[in-house]
């Protein structure tokens, strides 16, 4: 069975972008623009990797984790996306259970290998 | 002394309550012109962000494409592909650039300070630049450093300095060129370490020693010049040198090259 990705990015542009590589690449995409939305889709259906966006416009993508966590359907991979890159930010997201904190604009090459090493 | 001599206290008084109508008005001038300051310092660090987004999107669309995911590219259309992708890169670079000025600007940068190794992060920025500096042939080396003390400073922000300054004199040397970083140590109990980012590059006239670190600035400033970019590089590296409450100035010979200097207190109070 292939493999189901969560998109959860509030900026459509980019969702379409990363919709079109994961797709082309394989998997299964689905996709959510905010925190609420997220929780949703990650509960309606098992995610295998969720790609995370941590500004989203009803809240920190990190919420997303929290609540999940509290209903037990935590995905089995979490990348984090972010704007910016500094150390702070990124140990709260690996604090949090990201695998991996992911600067954007991420290259495709880098976050495709990411995920082939991350989805056995 | 005449009577005529003496201050008429009236008029005294009408002299001191113009005084200060005139330094109430000079305070609300400035308080004016510091919230229209804030406003346009929101207004730069909101559009960098939402400049950001579409331009990764853009990005992440020219490499599914280069990378032939939607079918085959010859070799032309890869290049071109490959051009999107690469102007793309250099915008993010230039947008991040605004960014990070922006937030040194703000009252609230904070730094997180640990004790690490500087030649440690020497090396990170040379390998990060090694690409770039092959390209025209330049060499980057670290003279010497390996017995020195940990630093207790910003290890992002001073990485951010160094990247910026090596980054600079790559710009600004000709092919061929030499660029590197050395270190000495100064003060009474050599309480303060330099650190020289040198380049044989073209070099900066004395007028303009000042110039180079000003926001925006660039020597040059034409729309021909040579060398284009967000002119904030050193306003930046000045910013976060002086959070650290170190200084940064450069010394430089026309035709000959560059060497910029900053200092850190090699141990300060530890927070």
């Known amino acids: 069975m292939r493999a189901r990705i969560l998109i959860v990015e509030d900026s459509q542009l980019v969702a379409e972008a990363f919709s079109i590589l994961f797709t082309e690449a394989g998997y299964e995409v689905d996709t959510a623009a905010t925190v609420a939305e997220a929780i949703d889709r990650a509960t309606s259906e098992a995610v295998d990797l969720m790609l995370l966006d941590i500004s989203l416009p009803d809240g920190n993508g990190l919420e997303v984790l929290e609540a999940l966590r509290a209903r037990d359907s935590l995905p089995r991979v979490t990348l984090a996306m972010t704007g910016h890159n500094d ?8 604090e949090a259970g990201c695998a991996e904190v992911l600067l954007k604009p991420v290259p495709i090459g880098e976050l495709l290998r990411h995920i082939e090493r991350l989805l056995p | 002394m005449s009577m005529s001599d003496r201050p008429d206290p009236a008029a005294l008084k009408k002299r001191l309550k113009a005084l200060e109508a005139q330094a109430k008005e000079a305070q609300r001038t400035i308080d004016e012109l510091k919230s229209r300051d804030a406003l346009k310092t929101q207004f730069l660090s909101n559009i960098s962000h939402d400049l950001r987004t579409p331009l990764a999107a853009i990005i992440t ?76 042939g330049l060499t980057i080396e670290r003279l010497n450093g390996d017995d020195l003390p940990p630093v207790y400073a910003d290890r992002d922000k001073l990485k951010h300095v160094l990247g910026n300054l090596i980054g600079n004199a790559i710009k600004f040397t000709p092919d061929g060129g030499r660029i590197w970083i050395s270190f000495s140590r100064r003060g009474r109990n050599s309480e303060e370490l330099v650190v020289e980012v040198g380049d044989t590059g073209r070099g900066i006239a004395r007028d303009h020693y000042e110039l180079v670190f000003r926001e925006f600035a660039q020597v040059d400033a034409s729309p021909s010049r040579s060398h284009h970019g967000t002119g904030l590089g050193l306003a ?30 090699i141990n300060p109070p530890h927070d």
């Open chain 1, 87 to 94: 150390s702070n930010s990124r140990l709260k997201c690996i």
């Open chain 2, 236 to 265: 930046i590296a000045r910013k976060l040198v002086e959070l650290h409450s170190g200084t940064i100035w450069v010394e430089s010979e026309l035709g000959k090259g560059s060497r910029f200097y900053f200092t850190l207190p």
């Open chain 2, 61 to 136: 669309h020219a490499e599914i494409l280069r990378e032939g995911m939607l079918g085959q590219l010859n070799s032309k259309q890869r290049d071109s592909v490959s051009g999107i992708v690469n102007g793309g890169q250099q915008l993010i670079d230039m947008i991040d650039e605004i960014l990070t000025y922006v937030r040194s600007a703000g009252d609230q940068v904070s730094l997180a300070r640990t004790d690490f190794s500087i030649t440690e992060v020497v090396d990170q920025v040379r390998m990060l630049n090694q690409a770039l500096a092959a390209k025209k």
